[in-house]
């Protein structure tokens, strides 16, 4: 009872900012939304810790480098803007979203979708994911993502809200696979980010980070199935909004041995995520325990 009385308090209070940010200007919702996530950084003492331990852990620095304090800060920082933007998706659409996001190479998304088969975006936890499917969307693409169903209903409800605006679809990564690849059978945009360490989910260990990091197959499984390419994508917050960054696609082929195919590209795509979040380590999502589950 007490557990339940607190989240539908966190939901009220949640429901009555999104009010006050629709009534902010974009940028200025934006701007303050980076002074929660900083001031989230000094005030949440345990999430703080476990972000700059898995720096210090993959970048093999002392958690109390000045390098790992400041990256730990523009994590929050960043996830603090997300939300803001994610609560102003209202005030996003097809005449604005070129002046907030530069997608520059979506014609290599138009190149796989030309062969039929549907294109799978593979995108990790960095900078404002959400916004790349509402990027995605709004540029014309029947977009499908695949989420996980959030324990407590009012809050799946209300991001779901701001997931599916301008025309995402959400499907429920606990649901039929069946509509899962009928997507990808009607030629349409499926999204999946799969950076994160799921034990309910089937996977196997990979580096990450040159550790052994259980990752789901999902991705690759699908691809084998259906003939879908791997499309990696990537939105990355720049100085004047983001840039979203489209890699080469990955065409999955099956060599007649299942459990190598798999290993092997997803080794590929788990490698070209990494030098993403290399690139840009101040976006992801540290917070995750990314080696939890053990050998």
Same mark, same amino acid.
């Given at each position: 009872m007490k557990y339940k009385l607190r989240r539908d308090l966190v939901y009220l209070l949640l429901r009555g900012y999104s009010l006050v940010i629709l009534i902010l200007p974009f940028r200025a919702?934006?701007?303050?939304?980076?002074?929660?996530?900083?001031?989230?950084? *000094?005030v949440v003492k345990h999430t703080r810790n476990q972000v700059k331990e898995?720096?210090?852990?993959?970048?093999?620095?002392?958690? @109390?480098?000045?390098?790992?304090?400041?990256?730990?800060? #523009?994590?929050?920082?960043?996830?603090?803007?997300?939300?803001?933007?994610? !609560?102003?998706?209202?005030?996003?659409?097809?005449?604005?979203i070129d002046s907030?996001?530069?997608?520059?190479?979506?014609?290599?998304?138009?190149?796989?979708?030309?062969q039929g088969k549907g294109a799978i975006i593979l995108a990790p936890h960095l900078d404002n994911w959400e916004l790349l499917a509402c990027c995605f969307s709004l540029k014309g693409y029947k977009t499908n993502v695949i989420a996980k169903r959030l324990y407590f209903q009012r *809050?799946?409800?209300?991001? @779901?809200y701001y997931?599916?605006?301008?025309?995402?679809?959400?499907?429920?990564?606990?649901?039929?696979?069946?509509?899962?690849?009928?997507? !990808?059978?009607? @030629?349409?945009?499926?999204?999946?980010?799969?950076?994160?360490?799921?034990?309910?989910?089937?996977?196997?260990?990979?580096?990450?980070?040159?550790?052994?990091? *259980?990752?789901?197959?999902?991705?690759?499984?699908? #691809?084998?199935?259906?003939?879908?390419? $791997?499309?990696p994508c990537f939105i990355i917050r720049t100085g004047k909004g983001?840039? !979203?960054?489209?890699?080469?696609? $990955?065409?999955?082929?099956?060599?007649?041995n299942k459990d190598k195919d798999i290993e092997g590209y997803t080794k590929v795509w788990t490698g070209i995520i990494e030098s993403y979040i290399r690139k840009y380590p101040g976006?992801?999502?540290?917070m995750h325990q990314r080696w939890k589950t053990k050998k």
């Open positions: 919702a934006v701007y303050c939304g980076g002074l929660l996530g900083t001031l989230a950084y *000094y898995n720096l210090s852990l993959a970048f093999n620095k002392d958690t @109390n480098d000045p390098w790992v304090k400041q990256t730990a800060k #523009a994590v929050f920082e960043n996830l603090g803007k997300s939300l803001n933007e994610i !609560l102003s998706f209202p005030k996003i659409n097809k005449k604005n907030l996001v530069e997608a520059s190479d979506l014609e290599k998304v138009d190149q796989v979708l030309k *809050y799946d409800k209300f991001l @779901n997931r599916t605006l301008q025309g995402t679809k959400v499907l429920d990564r606990d649901g039929s696979i069946k509509k899962i690849l009928k997507v !990808l059978k009607d @030629n349409q945009v499926l999204g999946i980010l799969p950076d994160q360490d799921v034990d309910s989910l089937k996977g196997i260990f990979v580096d990450f980070f040159g550790r052994p990091a *259980y990752t789901p197959v999902g991705p690759v499984s699908l #691809a084998l199935v259906s003939g879908a390419p $791997i499309v983001h840039k !979203l960054i489209v890699e080469e696609p $990955i065409e999955v082929r099956s060599s007649g976006q992801w999502v540290w």
